[in-house]
Protein backbone atom coordinates (compact mmCIF):
# COMPACT_ATOMS: atom_id res chain seq x y z
CA UNK A 1 0.00 0.00 0.00
CA UNK A 2 2.87 2.45 0.66
CA UNK A 3 4.66 1.45 -2.30
CA UNK A 4 1.61 2.54 -3.97
CA UNK A 5 0.70 5.62 -2.49
CA UNK A 6 4.48 6.59 -3.25
CA UNK A 7 4.37 5.40 -7.00
CA UNK A 8 0.94 7.85 -7.29
CA UNK A 9 2.54 10.57 -5.52
CA UNK A 10 5.68 10.54 -7.71
CA UNK A 11 3.07 10.05 -11.06
CA UNK A 12 0.92 13.00 -9.44
CA UNK A 13 4.06 15.26 -8.98
CA UNK A 14 5.24 14.62 -12.77
CA UNK A 15 1.90 15.25 -14.15
CA UNK A 16 1.91 18.67 -12.33
CA UNK A 17 5.65 19.43 -13.30
CA UNK A 18 5.21 18.72 -17.14
CA UNK A 19 1.68 21.16 -16.79
CA UNK A 20 3.85 24.09 -15.54
CA UNK A 21 6.33 23.86 -17.90
CA UNK A 22 3.98 22.94 -20.90
CA UNK A 23 1.92 26.40 -19.17
CA UNK A 24 5.60 28.13 -19.34
CA UNK A 25 6.86 27.19 -22.91
CA UNK A 26 3.41 28.24 -24.08
CA UNK A 27 3.41 31.87 -21.92
CA UNK A 28 6.33 32.41 -23.99
CA UNK A 29 5.84 30.65 -27.52
CA UNK A 30 2.69 32.14 -28.25
CA UNK A 31 4.37 35.44 -28.69
CA UNK A 32 6.34 34.33 -31.13
CA UNK A 33 6.27 36.73 -34.22
CA UNK A 34 9.66 35.31 -36.08
CA UNK A 35 13.16 33.96 -35.81
CA UNK A 36 15.86 35.85 -36.47
CA UNK A 37 17.93 34.93 -39.72
CA UNK A 38 21.47 33.21 -37.82
CA UNK A 39 24.04 35.94 -38.30
CA UNK A 40 22.47 37.60 -36.11
CA UNK A 41 22.35 34.69 -33.68
CA UNK A 42 23.81 36.98 -30.64
CA UNK A 43 20.94 39.95 -30.94
CA UNK A 44 21.70 42.11 -27.71
CA UNK A 45 19.90 44.85 -29.08
CA UNK A 46 17.04 46.35 -31.33
CA UNK A 47 15.19 49.55 -31.85
CA UNK A 48 13.07 50.59 -34.35
CA UNK A 49 13.58 53.47 -36.97
CA UNK A 50 11.47 56.61 -37.56
CA UNK A 51 9.58 54.52 -41.08
CA UNK A 52 9.37 51.48 -37.73
CA UNK A 53 11.37 48.98 -39.37
CA UNK A 54 13.19 47.10 -36.68
CA UNK A 55 17.01 46.66 -36.56
CA UNK A 56 19.14 44.54 -34.72
CA UNK A 57 23.27 44.58 -32.96
CA UNK A 58 24.82 41.38 -32.37
CA UNK A 59 27.43 40.70 -28.95
CA UNK A 60 30.84 40.77 -28.89
CA UNK A 61 32.54 39.29 -31.85
CA UNK A 62 31.06 40.62 -34.11
CA UNK A 63 31.54 43.85 -36.39
CA UNK A 64 30.50 46.88 -35.70
CA UNK A 65 27.79 46.64 -37.27
CA UNK A 66 23.58 47.36 -37.43
CA UNK A 67 20.85 44.53 -39.39
CA UNK A 68 17.98 46.08 -40.86
CA UNK A 69 15.47 42.77 -40.37
CA UNK A 70 12.79 41.97 -42.64
CA UNK A 71 9.41 40.95 -41.14
CA UNK A 72 10.54 37.16 -41.79
CA UNK A 73 13.64 38.05 -39.96
CA UNK A 74 15.85 37.66 -42.87
CA UNK A 75 18.37 40.84 -43.72
CA UNK A 76 17.79 43.84 -45.61
CA UNK A 77 20.80 45.98 -44.88
CA UNK A 78 23.60 46.13 -42.78
CA UNK A 79 25.40 49.55 -42.05
CA UNK A 80 29.20 49.09 -40.71
CA UNK A 81 30.26 52.15 -37.94
CA UNK A 82 33.99 53.07 -39.03
CA UNK A 83 35.28 54.18 -36.28
CA UNK A 84 33.81 51.88 -33.67
CA UNK A 85 34.54 48.57 -32.39
CA UNK A 86 32.27 45.61 -30.92
CA UNK A 87 34.25 45.16 -27.94
CA UNK A 88 30.95 44.50 -26.39
CA UNK A 89 28.21 46.21 -27.75
CA UNK A 90 24.97 45.44 -25.19
CA UNK A 91 21.83 47.10 -26.28
CA UNK A 92 20.89 50.28 -28.56
CA UNK A 93 18.25 53.04 -27.53
CA UNK A 94 17.23 56.17 -29.55
CA UNK A 95 16.44 59.74 -28.27
CA UNK A 96 13.39 62.13 -29.24
CA UNK A 97 15.28 62.72 -31.88
CA UNK A 98 15.93 59.81 -33.95
CA UNK A 99 19.91 59.45 -32.94
CA UNK A 100 20.76 55.62 -32.24
CA UNK A 101 22.97 54.91 -29.55
CA UNK A 102 25.34 51.57 -29.19
CA UNK A 103 26.44 50.73 -26.15
CA UNK A 104 29.51 48.81 -25.99
CA UNK A 105 29.87 48.66 -22.03
CA UNK A 106 29.67 44.99 -21.49
CA UNK A 107 31.54 44.29 -18.38
CA UNK A 108 31.01 40.82 -17.03
CA UNK A 109 34.35 40.76 -15.29
CA UNK A 110 33.65 43.99 -13.60
CA UNK A 111 37.32 45.19 -14.98
CA UNK A 112 36.93 47.71 -17.64
CA UNK A 113 37.58 50.94 -16.26
CA UNK A 114 36.23 52.80 -19.46
CA UNK A 115 33.30 52.30 -21.82
CA UNK A 116 32.00 53.50 -25.12
CA UNK A 117 28.45 54.56 -26.42
CA UNK A 118 28.29 55.45 -30.26
CA UNK A 119 25.93 57.68 -31.28
CA UNK A 120 24.38 57.78 -35.13
CA UNK A 121 21.89 59.67 -37.03
CA UNK A 122 18.76 57.48 -37.70
CA UNK A 123 19.30 54.68 -39.50
CA UNK A 124 16.89 56.14 -42.35
CA UNK A 125 19.09 59.05 -42.55
CA UNK A 126 22.29 57.03 -43.44
CA UNK A 127 22.70 56.58 -47.19
CA UNK A 128 24.88 54.19 -47.87
CA UNK A 129 26.23 50.88 -45.98
CA UNK A 130 28.71 52.57 -43.37
CA UNK A 131 28.51 55.51 -41.03
CA UNK A 132 30.44 57.37 -37.99
CA UNK A 133 29.53 57.62 -35.22
CA UNK A 134 30.03 60.14 -32.03
CA UNK A 135 31.76 58.55 -29.10
CA UNK A 136 30.75 59.00 -25.62
CA UNK A 137 33.19 57.14 -23.11
CA UNK A 138 31.92 57.08 -19.22
CA UNK A 139 33.42 55.30 -16.12
CA UNK A 140 32.49 54.80 -12.88
CA UNK A 141 33.93 56.44 -10.17
CA UNK A 142 33.15 54.08 -7.60
CA UNK A 143 35.76 51.79 -9.51
CA UNK A 144 39.51 52.98 -7.94
CA UNK A 145 41.46 50.66 -10.65
CA UNK A 146 41.52 48.49 -7.89
CA UNK A 147 39.98 44.78 -7.36
CA UNK A 148 36.35 44.50 -7.54
CA UNK A 149 35.48 42.46 -4.16
CA UNK A 150 32.25 39.82 -4.97
CA UNK A 151 30.00 41.37 -2.88
CA UNK A 152 30.42 44.56 -4.99
CA UNK A 153 30.19 43.18 -8.57
CA UNK A 154 27.89 45.70 -9.66
CA UNK A 155 29.54 47.28 -12.40
CA UNK A 156 28.43 45.07 -15.91
CA UNK A 157 25.57 47.04 -18.17
CA UNK A 158 23.50 45.36 -20.49
CA UNK A 159 20.67 48.23 -20.60
CA UNK A 160 19.99 51.62 -21.38
CA UNK A 161 17.75 54.54 -22.83
CA UNK A 162 17.58 58.25 -23.61
CA UNK A 163 15.57 60.26 -21.48
CA UNK A 164 16.14 64.10 -21.92
CA UNK A 165 19.66 64.98 -22.61
CA UNK A 166 20.79 62.04 -20.78
CA UNK A 167 21.41 58.80 -20.86
CA UNK A 168 20.05 56.14 -17.97
CA UNK A 169 22.21 53.13 -17.63
CA UNK A 170 20.99 49.92 -15.98
CA UNK A 171 23.72 47.31 -14.17
CA UNK A 172 23.38 43.81 -14.59
CA UNK A 173 24.01 42.43 -11.04
CA UNK A 174 27.07 40.17 -10.42
CA UNK A 175 27.06 40.32 -6.81
CA UNK A 176 28.34 37.01 -5.33
CA UNK A 177 25.91 36.29 -2.75
CA UNK A 178 23.45 37.81 -5.42
CA UNK A 179 21.67 40.57 -4.18
CA UNK A 180 19.27 41.27 -7.35
CA UNK A 181 19.73 45.25 -7.19
CA UNK A 182 20.61 46.76 -10.55
CA UNK A 183 22.10 50.41 -10.13
CA UNK A 184 20.65 52.99 -12.37
CA UNK A 185 23.82 55.84 -13.35
CA UNK A 186 23.35 59.11 -15.58
CA UNK A 187 25.38 60.45 -18.54
CA UNK A 188 25.44 62.90 -21.01
CA UNK A 189 24.17 61.90 -24.30
CA UNK A 190 27.08 64.05 -26.57
CA UNK A 191 30.90 63.04 -26.97
CA UNK A 192 32.39 63.75 -23.75
CA UNK A 193 34.20 61.77 -21.30
CA UNK A 194 32.07 61.29 -18.10
CA UNK A 195 31.74 60.57 -14.64
CA UNK A 196 28.54 58.01 -14.42
CA UNK A 197 26.57 59.62 -12.12
CA UNK A 198 24.51 57.10 -9.70
CA UNK A 199 20.96 57.99 -9.15
CA UNK A 200 18.84 55.10 -8.34
CA UNK A 201 18.34 51.62 -8.06
CA UNK A 202 16.03 48.69 -8.21
CA UNK A 203 15.65 45.06 -6.70
CA UNK A 204 14.53 42.63 -8.80
CA UNK A 205 15.01 38.93 -6.93
CA UNK A 206 17.73 37.61 -4.99
CA UNK A 207 16.66 33.98 -5.63
CA UNK A 208 18.88 33.40 -9.02
CA UNK A 209 21.28 35.61 -11.16
CA UNK A 210 20.20 34.11 -14.43
CA UNK A 211 16.34 34.67 -13.79
CA UNK A 212 16.70 38.23 -12.60
CA UNK A 213 19.57 40.05 -13.69
CA UNK A 214 18.91 43.43 -15.86
CA UNK A 215 19.80 42.33 -19.96
CA UNK A 216 17.82 45.47 -21.82
CA UNK A 217 15.86 48.76 -21.19
CA UNK A 218 13.40 50.84 -23.26
CA UNK A 219 11.13 53.48 -22.95
CA UNK A 220 7.85 54.18 -24.60
CA UNK A 221 7.42 56.80 -27.61
CA UNK A 222 5.16 59.15 -25.25
CA UNK A 223 7.87 58.56 -22.85
CA UNK A 224 5.68 57.62 -19.63
CA UNK A 225 6.78 53.74 -19.09
CA UNK A 226 9.97 52.40 -18.26
CA UNK A 227 10.72 48.24 -19.27
CA UNK A 228 13.38 46.28 -17.66
CA UNK A 229 14.01 42.78 -19.32
CA UNK A 230 15.37 40.05 -17.64
CA UNK A 231 15.35 36.09 -18.61
CA UNK A 232 11.92 35.16 -17.53
CA UNK A 233 9.88 38.78 -16.95
CA UNK A 234 9.26 42.19 -18.19
CA UNK A 235 9.27 45.04 -15.37
CA UNK A 236 6.77 47.90 -15.91
CA UNK A 237 8.01 51.09 -14.24
CA UNK A 238 4.52 53.74 -14.98
CA UNK A 239 3.51 57.29 -13.63
CA UNK A 240 6.86 58.11 -12.30
CA UNK A 241 8.34 61.69 -11.59
CA UNK A 242 10.96 63.18 -14.12
CA UNK A 243 13.76 60.80 -13.95
CA UNK A 244 12.63 59.06 -11.19
CA UNK A 245 12.02 55.68 -12.64
CA UNK A 246 11.14 53.67 -9.93
CA UNK A 247 9.19 56.22 -8.23
CA UNK A 248 5.67 55.50 -9.62
CA UNK A 249 3.99 52.11 -10.21
CA UNK A 250 5.93 48.71 -10.57
CA UNK A 251 4.26 45.94 -12.09
CA UNK A 252 5.59 42.44 -13.82
CA UNK A 253 4.83 40.49 -16.59
CA UNK A 254 5.61 37.14 -16.77
CA UNK A 255 7.50 35.58 -20.12
CA UNK A 256 7.62 32.30 -19.37
CA UNK A 257 10.25 29.69 -19.44
CA UNK A 258 14.28 31.40 -19.14
CA UNK A 259 15.69 31.99 -22.49
CA UNK A 260 18.55 34.14 -22.97
CA UNK A 261 16.51 37.31 -23.85
CA UNK A 262 18.64 40.29 -24.53
CA UNK A 263 16.62 43.01 -25.85
CA UNK A 264 13.60 45.21 -25.98
CA UNK A 265 11.83 48.04 -27.41
CA UNK A 266 8.61 49.57 -28.52
CA UNK A 267 6.84 49.56 -31.33
CA UNK A 268 4.16 52.17 -30.04
CA UNK A 269 2.99 53.20 -26.68
CA UNK A 270 1.46 49.79 -26.10
CA UNK A 271 3.54 47.74 -28.04
CA UNK A 272 6.45 46.09 -26.37
CA UNK A 273 8.63 43.71 -29.17
CA UNK A 274 11.83 41.74 -27.28
CA UNK A 275 14.32 38.90 -28.46
CA UNK A 276 16.13 36.20 -27.57
CA UNK A 277 19.61 34.77 -28.56
CA UNK A 278 19.81 31.17 -30.24
CA UNK A 279 21.54 28.76 -27.68
CA UNK A 280 21.63 25.10 -28.42
CA UNK A 281 19.01 25.20 -30.71
CA UNK A 282 16.58 27.21 -28.78
CA UNK A 283 15.63 30.84 -28.91
CA UNK A 284 16.55 32.93 -31.94
CA UNK A 285 12.89 34.94 -32.06
CA UNK A 286 11.20 38.40 -31.94
CA UNK A 287 7.96 38.12 -29.69
CA UNK A 288 5.11 40.87 -29.48
CA UNK A 289 3.15 41.66 -26.26
CA UNK A 290 0.40 44.33 -25.90
CA UNK A 291 0.66 45.79 -22.71
CA UNK A 292 -3.63 45.99 -22.66
CA UNK A 293 -3.66 42.54 -23.45
CA UNK A 294 -1.39 40.86 -20.63
CA UNK A 295 -1.66 39.72 -17.93
CA UNK A 296 0.14 42.52 -15.32
CA UNK A 297 1.11 41.23 -11.37
CA UNK A 298 1.10 44.55 -9.40
CA UNK A 299 4.15 45.01 -7.08
CA UNK A 300 4.00 48.03 -6.10
CA UNK A 301 1.55 51.02 -6.56
CA UNK A 302 2.93 54.28 -5.83
CA UNK A 303 1.91 56.94 -2.71
CA UNK A 304 0.05 59.56 -3.60
Known amino acids: MLKKSVFTFFILAVTVVAALVGSSIYTLYSKKRLTVDPKVKEISGIEFDKYKRLWAINDSGDKPKLYRLNQDGSIAKEILVTNAKNIDWEDMTQNTFGHFFLGDFGNNKNDRKWLTIYKIENPIDIKGDTTEAEIIKFTYPEMDGTPIEPDKRNFDLEAFVAFGRHLYLFTKNRTEPFDGITNVYKVGDHA ?15 TLEKLCWITSAALSPDRTKLVLLDSTSIWLFENFKEDKFFSGDVSRIDLGIVTQKEAVTFY ?3 TIVFTDEEFKGIGGNAYVIKLDEVEKKVIRKASN
Open 192 to 206: ANFDAELIDSFQTCT
Open 268 to 270: DDN
